[in-house]
């Protein structure tokens, strides 16, 4: 079946600091990746997204690039803020698994001021 | 702004309790779906549904029912609470046909605590 991995948090940073998080996959099909974002006491918002191999998908300074050949699509951001902070999933959806969206754990990401 | 709208951010119900979990979103979405969210665990789809009166079980379906009587509500129903139902749990909608590219949109969860 599909999977997500992503590294485990929490992620503390100072502002201003470069920030990645890693994400993988697993999937039988073909399938269009996201990062969603969720700021306390909120549900997941839409971070950004990609559909097809070298696509590179960014919104707010972030950035991931779906990477085929190690079936991967880390999250960077160049100069994080305090409003970052935050919990960042990484999913999939693949039309052979009826488009579902399948969630890694979650990122937590603090940054310190 | 397009709104999916959960009923309650904070619920406490006791034990064997029949719980009512309310869903509408007003973006016409064919496709709703029920997850919980725990810590270390992520996001696990409960139930989903692609039209009026159809649903179907996801990874953890055990301890729950759904209801969509109209295309933009969708009900999550624990029949008898239990401890291990304490969770957060989120609605999602999204388009039938190009939900699995355009992604989703969540609610803002509600928080049920059982006791």
């Known amino acids: 079946g599909n999977s997500v991995t992503q590294m485990e948090g929490p992620v503390t940073l100072s502002e201003e600091a470069f920030l990645t998080i890693n994400c993988t996959y697993t999937?039988?099909?073909?399938?269009?990746l996201f990062w969603y974002v969720q700021y306390p006491g909120e549900g997941l918002q839409l971070l950004l997204k990609?559909?097809?191999?070298?696509d590179k998908g960014s919104n707010k300074g972030f950035e991931a690039t779906y990477r085929k050949e190690t079936t991967s699509f880390h999250l960077e951001k160049g100069s994080v803020q305090v409003s970052d902070s935050a919990v960042y999933f990484c999913?999939?959806?693949?039309?052979?698994?009826?488009?579902?969206?399948?969630f890694g754990g979650g990122t937590r990401v603090l940054v310190k001021p | 702004d397009v709104k999916v709208t959960q009923s309650s951010r904070y619920l406490v119900k006791r034990t064997g309790e029949k719980v009512f979990l309310e869903c509408v979103q007003d973006?016409?979405?064919?496709?709703m779906f029920w997850y919980r969210q725990d810590p270390g665990l992520g996001l696990r789809l409960i139930y989903f549904?692609?039209?009026?009166?159809?649903?179907e079980k996801g990874d953890i379906p055990e301890g729950y029912s759904v209801s969509r009587e109209k295309k933009e509500r969708f009900s999550l129903i624990l029949e008898s609470a239990s401890t291990n139902q304490t969770s957060m749990y989120l609605c999602?909608?999204?388009?039938?046909?190009?939900?699995?590219?355009?992604?989703?949109?969540f609610g803002s969860g509600t928080r049920l605590t059982v006791v």
């Open positions: 999602a909608s999204s388009f039938g046909p190009s939900g699995g590219y355009r992604g989703y949109t």
């Open positions: 999937a039988t099909g073909y399938p269009s």
């Open positions: 990609a559909t097809k191999a070298d």
């Open positions: 999913a999939l959806s693949d039309k052979a698994a009826g488009n579902k969206l399948t």
């Open positions: 973006m016409d979405h064919e496709n």
């Open positions: 549904s692609y039209d009026v009166k159809m649903k």
